[in-house]
């Protein structure tokens, strides 16, 4: 049976980086496995945030691999990025890997592929998972109709990701960079 995480948001507004996450896992197609889950984590000394959706164990692979990239690149995050987006791609066991990551630090928003893309969102908004393309309506809107902080965009767009999306749950984390 395969576990999947689901939806991730990030938002980059006013100097502020946050990204949101929700706690569902769901197993198979119709379980809700676990609500609570933790899919928005701080790595390299609480220095960089990274969020992650798709299959939980693979997730966390690469987290360990980027985090260990981002160490050999003396914390330089985009470096970071292109060498996991490398490894990942060309790899041939880490090309099955079934997820999507959003990383950032105080200067950078990071969308990163297992086809070895490297992506820095336009709008600086950012969403993954099920859920991201509600969620990255929702932020956008909001990004361009309010005066809300990155950290309230971002929330609010995971609570709205989650009124409709069935992946999605309402027990969002939030970490600001």
């Not at 998972?129 to 809300?148: F, I, K, M, P, Q």
Request: proline residues 1%.
């Amino acid at each position: 049976m395969t576990f999947r995480g689901t939806t991730i948001c990030a938002v980059h507004r006013n100097g502020e980086i946050a990204i949101a996450g929700d706690g569902q896992v769901t197993m198979g197609e119709n379980v809700i496995f676990k609500s609570t889950a933790r899919k928005v984590r701080r790595i390299y000394g609480g220095k960089v945030v990274v969020g992650f959706a798709g299959t939980v164990s693979d997730a966390f692979t690469l987290s360990d691999k980027f985090e260990e990239k981002l160490t050999q690149c003396g914390g330089n995050l985009e470096r970071a990025a292109v060498a996991v987006a490398q490894m990942w791609h060309g790899d041939q066991a880490m090309r099955h890997l079934e997820s999507l990551m959003i990383v950032a630090d105080h200067d950078h928003l990071l969308i990163l592929s297992g086809t070895g893309e490297v992506i820095s969102p336009d709008g600086n908004v950012a969403a993954i998972g099920s859920g991201g393309n509600y969620a990255l309506a929702a932020a956008r809107a909001l990004v361009e109709n309010t005066d809300l902080s990155a950290h309230e965009i971002a929330e609010k767009a995971l609570h709205i990701a989650a009124s409709i999306c069935v992946f999605t749950n309402d027990n969002v984390i939030v970490e600001d960079v």
